[in-house]
């Protein structure tokens, strides 16, 4: 099946700090990516739809000053947590569709101290 | 709206015995139906899916057929092994363009 990496696979930053991940569709083009948010021991919160030469589209209650996205080319989208707080900690894992299934990155742990 | 209920954990069983994890399903319109296994640390990966009613879908001897009359995608697997044991989720998929999940079901299994 088709592949989605990630990078990087976790980070640990201070409060304040702006990180940026990384989604790359490795074998296909994918005109939209998902980015999720996952808390611990639940299940998979979608924050908003990526879409190439666009603007992503957020959903309600995500702040789309706070998770800039960023999706220049068919392979890849960006997720950037700006000003990052511990609140923000969490596992964030991204999608992308191919031949109506979706493939999923492996995820990157996110911890603010 | 679109939901997915999944039956709720943890499932704790001994390897060789029987699973069923129950699914049930809101949805307007005609969805596809996945089921995804999660290892820890990791992302989601496929594990079978049905894109139509009564479909089954298949995979790794794990089994999920798509009733449309009562809504459900329950998954089974006759004899589940140690290395079954991770979090699943139930999830469909419509023309709204997101996919829906459910809530997940960690599995374990002991020898």
């Known amino acids: 099946g088709a592949v989605v990496s990630q990078h990087p696979s976790w980070v640990i930053c201070k409060s304040g700090t702006s990180v940026k991940i990384e989604c790359r569709s490795l074998d296909f083009q994918a005109t939209t990516m998902f980015w999720y948010r996952q808390f611990p021991k639940q299940s998979l919160m979608l924050m908003a739809t990526s879409n190439e030469g666009s603007k992503a589209t957020y959903e309600q209650g995500v702040e789309k000053d706070k998770f800039l996205i960023n999706h220049a080319s068919l392979t890849l989208s960006t997720l950037t947590v700006t000003s990052a707080h511990p609140e923000d900690s969490s596992f964030y894992i991204c999608?992308?569709?191919?031949?109506?299934?979706?493939?999923f990155g492996p995820g990157t742990r996110l911890t603010v101290l | 709206g679109n939901s997915v209920t999944q039956m709720e954990g943890p499932v704790t069983l001994s390897e060789e015995a029987f699973l069923t994890i129950n699914c049930t399903y809101t949805?307007?319109?005609?969805?596809?139906l996945f089921w995804y296994v999660q290892y820890p640390g990791e992302g989601l990966q496929l594990l079978l899916k049905?894109?139509?009613?009564?479909d089954k879908g298949s995979n790794k001897g794990f089994e999920a057929t798509y009733r449309k009359e009562t809504t459900s995608f329950h998954l089974e697997k006759g004899s589940v092994q140690v290395s079954d044991s991770a979090v699943y989720f139930c999830?469909?998929?419509?023309?709204?363009?997101?996919?829906?999940f459910g809530d997940g079901t960690t599995l374990t299994v002991k020898p």
């Open positions: 999830a469909l998929y419509n023309n709204a363009g997101k996919s829906t």
């Open positions: 999608s992308a569709r191919e031949l109506g299934i979706e493939f």
């Open positions: 049905a894109t139509k009613a009564d």
């Open positions: 949805a307007t319109g005609y969805p596809s």
